[in-house]
């Protein structure tokens, strides 16, 4: 039986599990939990059905997920070292493959991943860029999780943080198009199945001094809201003209 540790179980670490346990993609024997706190750790083991964690179970696990917010990864990279991970995917947001296989023993496979919450609901689209020492094997393994939980491509480290943007700047057209089609599918899902407001579930997602608060700034800063109301105003105004003709 494979055991996998999530350390970290926030919005996007509860999306990704409740999305892997829902597909019967893991079991939930087989996962165990590390949060912040003890406290933390037994409440998140409590909701999801799974076992709580202490640092020394890492030797023991096939890989751990580090779902934690960029921030903190150099604090987690440090607490974990010691007990030399034997694999380590991680979801934090501008932390490079190569600051993860600093702050690790000497050769640990690390993968990258970017995939949005609409992984809860089956319907996410996740970038995938390797480290130096993670062998076809393990990111067959990435590639797997995150397939299952809507669409998964393997990228360059570039393609990644572009894709996390949801910028087509530099990426090939058609996953452009594929990853900006996906990624507004999956967040209707969202809205649609959770029946929770998109405010709501943007606010999830949205870190202090993250890169989503740094785009909602800018589009807030060039009006996108007040655009948006004028379209709509202008296609009504539009309407009611062609109407009375």
Request: aromatic residues 4%; hydrophobic residues 45%.
């Amino acid at each position: 039986m494979k055991k996998i540790m999530m350390i970290g179980c926030g919005a996007m670490g509860g999306a990704i599990l409740s999305g892997c346990l829902s597909k019967g993609l893991w079991t939930k024997e087989e996962v165990y939990i590390k949060a912040s706190t003890e406290k933390s750790t037994v409440e998140k083991a409590e909701r999801y059905g799974v076992s709580a964690a202490s640092l020394k179970d890492i030797g023991e696990v096939d890989f751990v997920l580090l779902a934690v917010k960029p921030d903190i990864i150099p604090f987690v990279l440090e607490e974990i070292n010691p007990y030399r991970p034997r694999r380590v995917i991680s979801v934090a947001a501008a932390v490079t493959a190569a600051t993860l296989e600093a702050g690790l023993p000497e050769k640990t496979p690390v993968i990258r991943v970017m995939p949005n919450t609409p992984a809860s609901v089956g319907e996410g689209m996740t970038a995938i860029t390797a480290g130096r020492y993670a062998d076809e094997d393990f990111i067959e393994t990435a590639k797997e999780i995150f397939s299952a939980l809507g669409k998964a491509a393997v990228v360059s480290e570039r393609q990644l943080d572009e894709m996390g943007a949801l910028s087509g700047a530099g990426l090939p057209r058609k996953l452009a198009v594929e990853a900006a089609a996906q990624t507004l599918y999956g967040a209707a899902k969202m809205v649609l199945e959770t029946g929770k407001h998109p405010a709501e579930l943007r606010d999830g997602v949205t870190s202090p001094g993250g890169t989503t608060i740094a785009g909602i700034h800018a589009m807030e800063a060039r009006g996108i809201r007040a655009a948006l109301m004028d379209a709509v105003m202008a296609a009504l105004a539009k309407s009611d003209e062609m109407g009375r003709k």
